[in-house]
């Protein structure tokens, strides 16, 4: 009769549960790694990067019969606040814009920034007998005689981050200077420009 109640007592076996263990693997791997890019994010303090155009000026500006010849001049400076991250900007190409008409186009020379810098990039956009629409014709020849003229200036980059001897993917960078007033006259103040990143 006792052995019968030992018997009774006895739970059976629960079978080997593989869902439940792939989840409990799983939640643990996400710990991991949140605390991984938690303890990176800590140690490395990442910070945004900083853009202004900080001089501007336009040269040999003529405008004849729907078509536009000019020279423009802009030195964006680049700050890199950050402590442990350097930047290789692959690839730059820089853009003036009119009232969405590209007006000039040119490619910068790839650099280096190390952190904790400041960089000044110099770009020269040429306008070569540029056809414009009579619109912008127009609208140009009034600011022309006003003695500013008003341009969007925008900077396209492939970039690659570098903590240590660890180097990052490419990435696109897009740099836009809006409102950016350009004199014709060489004597006028040019404003520094703050500029919008996106990356």
Not at 105 to 114: E, G, M, V, Y
Request: hydrophobic residues 45%; contains cysteine; charged residues 20%.
């Amino acid at each position: 009769m006792a052995n019968n109640t030992a018997q009774a007592t006895q739970q059976p076996a629960r079978p080997f549960n593989l869902v439940r263990c792939v989840a409990i693997c799983l939640l643990a791997l996400m710990v991991l790694v949140g605390l991984a890019v938690l303890i990176t994010w800590l140690v490395i303090r990442p910070k945004k990067f900083v853009y202004t155009l900080e001089n501007g000026s336009v040269q040999d500006f003529n405008l004849t019969n729907n078509h536009l010849n000019a020279t423009f001049d802009f030195v964006l400076r680049a700050y890199n606040p950050n402590s442990k991250i350097s930047v290789y900007y692959d690839y730059i190409e820089s853009t003036v814009t009119y009232d969405d008409q590209t007006l000039a186009f040119n490619t910068i020379d790839p650099f280096f920034q190390h952190h904790w810098n400041v960089t000044r990039v110099e770009s020269k956009l040429v306008a070569l007998n540029l056809a414009v629409s009579p619109s912008t014709f127009k609208d140009l020849r009034v600011e022309k005689t006003s003695g500013d003229i008003e341009v969007d200036v925008h900077f396209m980059s492939r970039i690659r981050f570098k903590v240590g001897i660890w180097k990052s993917n490419h990435r696109t960078l897009r740099i836009v200077c809006s409102s950016v007033t350009v004199h014709f006259s060489w004597y006028k103040h040019f404003e520094k420009i703050p500029c919008e990143v996106e990356l």
